[in-house]
C-alpha cells in the first residue's frame, strides 16, 4: 500500500470566472470558463504526488468521458488508481465561481461520489498497514469516511482529516481523527466559535482537540494558519500573495504540511504549507495549480 491512500471525491470542476461574486438573485456574465480535473480527494491525491510522495486513491468516477479523464490524470500524476470504482453514475461536478480578486464560491452535484460505501472502502484498504497515512475529505458519505478512518486505526496508520465542506456532524469523526486540518468558516461550525483571529482560532483548535483529534490546523487565509496540540500553540504569517483562484489553496497547504512534516518536523511543515497555499491561489484552476517540490524550497 502507498505512503499515502487519499479516500475522497474525484469531480470535473467547471470554473466560471467573473468581476465578483453575484449577490443572492442577480446574474453576472462570466468572463472565461474551463473544464479542469478537480475533486478535494483528487486534488490532495495529486497535491501529495507532486510533492514526490507515494499515493493511492479511493474514490468513484462515473462511465463517462469525465470518469476517464480523471482516472487518466490521476494515472498522469503517478496517483495509483487500482482503488478507484467505476460506476454508472455520472461523476461528480463542481461550478466554481472565481471572482477577480481570487476568491471563490463552489456548488458540488456528487454523482458517483455518493457510491463510495463503507464496503467499497473496507474492500480498497485490506492491505493498510502502520506506514500509511489515510487523508480523507467530506465530499464523500460521512459514514465512509469514519469506516476508513477506523480501519486506519485498527492498522496503526494514521488518520487526516480535512473537513470540508463544513458540516457540524463531522465533529462524531474527531475521536478517530489524528491530524484536522479546517479552514475559519469549517472550524466555526465544528466548534461554535467565531473564527475572525489567532486568538479565537486557538479557541476553536481547543475545542477541536477536548473532542478528540490529536493536533489540529486551522487555516487563517490571509492572515496565515495555527497549529495546536495538547503540548503547544504556533501561529505562523501567511505568505503575501496576489491570489487569481484560491480553489485548491487548502488543498496545497494540507499535501505540504504532511509531507514538509514528514521531511523536517513542524516548522518545515509549517513553512510548506504556508508557500504552497501560497503558490496555489497565484494560479488559476484546482489541479493546474497545485505546486511540484522545487516550486516549494527548503
Known sequence: MAGYVVVGSLNVDHVLTITRLPRAGETVEATAQ??????????????????????AMVGAVGEDAFGGLLRDRLLAEGVDVKGVLVTSSPTGMATVLVSAEGESTIVVAAGANRLLTPDVVRERLQSLDAASTVVAQLEVPLETVGAAFRLARKAG???????????????SLLPWTDLC?????????LTGVEVTDFD????????ILARGAGAVVVKLDRAGALFANRQKVVPVPAVPVHAVDATAAGDAFLAAFLEGEREGGLETALRWATRAGALAASRKGAQPSLPYRREIGP
Request: charged residues 20%.
Open 200 to 207: 479565537r482560532a486557538e479557541e476553536a483548535a481547543r475545542r
Open 34 to 55: 474551463a473544464f479542469v480535473p478537480g475533486g478535494k480527494g483528487a486534488n490532495q491525491a495529486v497535491a501529495l504526488a507532486r510533492l514526490g510522495a507515494s499515493v
Open 157 to 171: 496508520a494514521r488518520t487526516v482529516l480535512d473537513p470540508a465542506p463544513a458540516d457540524p456532524s463531522a465533529a
Open 181 to 189: 486540518l479546517p479552514n475559519r468558516h469549517e472550524a466555526s461550525v
